[in-house]
């Protein structure tokens, strides 16, 4: 699993006026056209204030737990794969029944560290993919993910 900060329960709550500290999620909720419900302000807050990363729904709900934001693992799911499909997350599934959740939806390819179960990033412009079959009739590449699978020596 990725290793994860413990979050610091209400840090950033004193800082600012309750207004002001949703503003940018609630700007980012809305641009993407989802409702800005309580459950989805919070679990936007604790995906978004940070720097980009990769966060499976187990992850995010322990986060959310540490964080007293009641909310259930369905729902974390049912989020993550609402902001997925309005384009503020990207899943990479990189085994059967085994998601992360990256916040950066820029361009980019993965390294996956199988012995620890992590994601790294591989900048779009470092990997190329050449001789692309012709994908077949009536449909077109929307995207390529490509995810290089690391073990240790042995
Ligand atoms: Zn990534």
Redesign the pocket.
Known sequence: MLEVNPPVPGAQVKRMPRARQFAPVLERLRSAGLRPTRQRLALARLLFDKA?R?VSAEQLHAEAVAASIPVSLATVYNSLHQFTAAGLL?E?VVEAGRSYF?T?TSE?H?FYHEDSGS???IAGSELGVSELPTPPSGTTVSRIDVIVRLRKYE
Do not use: E, K, T
Request: glycine residues 0%.
């Open positions: 980009a990769h990207r990479v990256d950066n980019h993965h994601l790294q990033d």
